[in-house]
């Protein structure tokens, strides 16, 4: 016949297991609701774009290089940029400046002449997640600024062996059927947008 040594063992005593369990519940608390947590770095929301879509804002008047986005020529309005990935600050004024004449040529003096307001956002996760919201904050009039004054442009260019995600939201003289303008290859940029 086999026996079992464990068997012929004592059992603990209730007070003992029951000291033993408190113990482990005790634990549980302190390491779930007492001791700190590693935080994650909070999730910082874009800067809305406050531009008014009632207010014409043409190229009529402007003086400096011309503009034309499909051969209609517009006013940049307000330039959206955030570097790619998650995680990322916002970029630096000297990366902005560098950026700007790099995606485009002449982008800079651009900007000196149409004097378009200039949003940072954190660090976005992707280009069509980016557009999708800069769309949807740049808030164009109609349905999506089609046979309005007003488009928005989005999409991705590579500066310095980094990615940026760049919006700009623009408006002509005259009502067009530009809308929105999504730039599915960062080489598509020149393209879309003439600056001369």
Known sequence: MITLAFLSLPL???ILLGLVIGLIIVGLVVYFYVL?????????????IAIDPMVPAGPKSLLGPEVK?????????????????????????ETLRGLME????QMMAVVRAHRPDVYRWPGQMSTRGFSQRFFTQAKLPGHHGEGTPWTAVS???DYQGTGYLIGLVCCADEDNPLGQILVEQKQQWTDIIRIS
Do not use: C, T, W
Not at 36 to 48: A, H, I, T, W
């Open 155 to 157: 999409g991705r260019a």
């Open 102 to 105: 790099h995606f485009l040529p």
């Open 36 to 48: 700190p947590k590693k935080d994650l770095p909070p999730e910082v929301e874009p800067v809305e």
């Open 12 to 14: 603990p005593s209730p």
């Open 69 to 93: 986005i499909y051969n209609v020529p517009v006013r940049i309005v307000a330039i959206v940029v955030a570097q790619a990935g998650r995680g990322h600050d916002m970029i630096s004024e």
